[in-house]
């Protein structure tokens, strides 16, 4: 039967600290997926390479996809997308981002913005993602809420239109003023936060006098931001130039049920799509998906692999076979699975907005598109410019086999970038990264899954541009660079630093020599 609800899918994202895994949880808790009250927090065993939830999972003793969270929300369906919490995994994020039509941004109340919090709002703009903002931690003191909304319009150059406004100042957390019924909503405490927080909602004139001070402070502030015309408008909002801004606690579950709701009403559903030729497809048309996340090593029993596809358009039906748009090839989908971990589910359909898990899937790479009907293709995403290169080889001699392979899979997952060269074989590959953490999970995967310990080696090597065969012909052999060639045919040349790609670009003004997307953006 098909499904006809409409689809939210998005990401919260945040620089670490901010309460990503908090929302996260209060969200499918206060959407009744999880009906345990309490919440996860303990940071000491959690590793930045191992995603949150699978903490949240071991600790709830709950099922959820490493990709993705599907939970109902009032005849809704909730696609959550999980995104890597730490700024070395930049590029990840960036490629996950590209599976969701919104995203919702943490800032913690006393820190403001954060490295982190500028570099994913770059992202979204890049992407064209809109951006729901949640000032996160109004429990605690704070940062006045005025200098939040200035920081976000002078440094992020976009503009905040608050939907609620806190009553009482970071730290005195009484509830908020929702901006467009000029309600209060009065929050109650419960002890150790309750998966519903007790909300009521009152007119001016039935604020108590316990609250009358800071509500009509608060009502002040909000009239300043109507004179300032800093209210939500749809079309700039979709258009990634404003950025609607709630209050919340998300440790006591304070304006989680508002978030929801936002999303319902505000945030897009799944849309019409181009593909690199430029033909749009729409949600209604036949299948397609493309695949944004390549995971191997779950599980330690046998070697698993699964290509994570978002849904463009069209029914998804478990066993159809689709075309994989790259190879021409058919493929065919028994196996997939929208919840794994401890059980595995497979999903039998799934629509525009979903995520499904495509188990078994060598052929298919981060990036590629799969389709019935009309050929489509689905642009790559593109890469970012690494700023960290090592040399690998194998550790241990005798297990070159399993080193190769390990490289070759850990270059299709985009764990690492892997550039080769004639000069340097197979045997000493350049593993490329936007951020050293990298190194770490290559070091750890290719020891534990691929049973073949690496051995790095630091190359001097800062800048990375791309040119084409000519380019990389003409530079061969040139002093103070190196170029080498990533799977996918692109040449790419290496420099020590700025001044130097600088300079070979003067000394050869016929090669082309293009930058990449900056990891930091
Ligand atoms: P992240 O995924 O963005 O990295 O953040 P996470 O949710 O893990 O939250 C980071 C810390 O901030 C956690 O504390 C969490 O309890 C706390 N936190 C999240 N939301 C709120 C909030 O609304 N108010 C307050 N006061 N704290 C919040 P922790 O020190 O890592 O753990 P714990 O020892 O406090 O449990």
Redesign the pocket.
Known sequence: MLDTRPRRTFAVI?H????????TEALALHARAINEAGAV???GDRKATVS?WMAMEKARGISITSAALQFDYRGHVINLVDTP?HSDFSEDTYRVLSAVDSAVM?IDAGKGLEPQTLKLFRVCALRGIPVITVI??W??PGLSPLELMDNIQDQIKIRPTPLTWPVGEAGDFRGVLDRRSGEFIKYTRTAGGATIAPETRMSSEQVGEDDRLVWEAAFEEHQLLDLEEANHDQATFLAGETTPVMF?????NFGIAQLLELLLELAPAPSPTPGVDGTLRNPEDEFSAFVFKVQSGMNSAHRDRLAYARIVSGEFERGMVVTHAETGRPFATKFAQTVFGRETTSVEHAYPGDIIGLVNANSLRVGDTIFTGDKIEFPKVPSFAPEHFMTASAGDISRFKQFRKGIEQLDQEGVVQVLRSDLRGDQNPVLAAVGPLQFEVVEDRMLNEFNSPIRLARLDYKVARVTDAAGAEALKGARGCEVLQRRDGTHVVLFADQWRANATARDNPDVRLDALPAGGV
Do not use: V
């Not at 670490?16 to 929302?23: F, H, Q, R, V, Y």
């Open positions: 945040s670490p600290d901010a309460g990503k895994s908090t929302t927090h303990g940071k949150d919490g943490m996160n931690k429990d605690r919340a606690s998300a440790l006591q």
